[in-house]
C-alpha cells in the first residue's frame, strides 16, 4: 500500500513531533511517512529534532505576510509541493482560516492538551489550558486528539485519554504528565489511524 505523506507543523518544542518520529522508526506509523516538518517559528527547537531525523523543513512564519491569506498561500505552496495528504498539528500556535481547513477536510488533526470541550477554544494552548484547569480544580484532564476544522477545537474528536492531576501539581509538572501519559501516545495513534484510512482510500479509486 502506498504511504500517506504527512507534513507536521509544529511552533515549539516539538516533544510531540518527536514522539511521531519514534512512532516512525519503531514501525508503529506503518501507513504513513513523514516527509515535511513546517514550523511557524525559525527558533523551534522541533526544527532541530526533525534535522536530527532527516526531516526537510521549513519555516513560514506568519509575520512575514502581509495577509493570513498570503501566508496560507505560501504554506500551501510547500504543501504541494510535498504532495501532502496529510497536516498533523503538534504543538503549531497560529489559528488556520477557514479557506484552508476547507482545502484539507477530514486531513489536518491536532493535539490538544485538554479534555475537550473543557479549557479548548480560542486563547487555550500550551500551558495557559493547564493552569485554566487547575485553576478550576479539576481532578482529571487528559489530552484530545481531533479533526481540524474552522472552530478552533471544534472539529470531531478522534481519540482522547484522562489523565489524573495530583496534589500540589503546578502547570508545568501537569504538563509534562499530560504528555507523557496521554498526548505522545494518541498523537501517533491517530496519525497512523488516518494514514490508514486515507491509504486505503487511495486504494480503492486507484
Ligand atoms: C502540547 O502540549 C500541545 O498539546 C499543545 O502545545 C504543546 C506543544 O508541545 N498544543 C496546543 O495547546 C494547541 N492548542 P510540543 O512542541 O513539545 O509538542
Not at 92 to 104: D, V
Not at 160 to 186: C, F, H, N, S, Y
Amino acid at each position: 500500500m502506498v504511504k500517506t505523506k504527512i507534513a507536521v507543523f509544529v511552533s515549539g518544542g516539538g516533544t510531540n513531533l518527536q514522539a511521531l518520529i519514534d512512532a516512525q522508526t519503531a514501525g508503529r506509523l506503518p501507513s504513513g511517512e513523514i516527509v515535511l516538518v513546517l514550523s511557524s517559528a525559525p527558533d523551534a527547537y522541533a526544527l532541530e529534532r526533525a534535522k536530527q531525523a532527516g526531516i526537510p523543513r521549513v519555516v513560514v512564519a506568519r509575520k512575514a505576510y502581509a495577509t493570513q491569506s498570503e501566508f496560507e498561500a505560501e504554506i500551501c505552496r510547500h504543501l504541494k509541493q510535498n504532495g501532502i495528504e496529510l497536516i498533523v498539528l503538534a504543538g503549531f500556535m497560529t489559528i488556520l482560516s477557514a479557506a484552508f481547513t476547507r482545502q484539507y477536510e477530514k486531513r489536518i488533526i491536532n493535539v490538544h492538551p485538554s479534555l475537550i470541550p473543557s479549557f479548548c477554544g480560542k486563547g487555550f494552548y500550551g500551558l495557559r489550558v493547564h493552569e485554566a484547569a487547575l485553576q478550576y480544580g479539576v481532578k482529571v484532564t487528559g489530552a484530545t486528539v481531533h479533526y481540524v476544522n474552522e472552530v478552533p477545537d471544534g472539529g470531531q474528536i478522534l481519540l482522547q485519554k484522562a489523565v489524573l492531576v495530583e496534589e500540589g501539581d503546578t502547570p508545568e509538572r501537569l504538563q509534562r504528565r499530560v504528555m507523557e501519559q496521554a498526548e505522545w501516545i494518541l498523537l501517533p495513534q491517530a496519525a497512523e489511524l488516518v494514514s490508514r484510512q486515507l491509504a486505503e482510500g487511495k486504494g480503492e479509486t486507484e
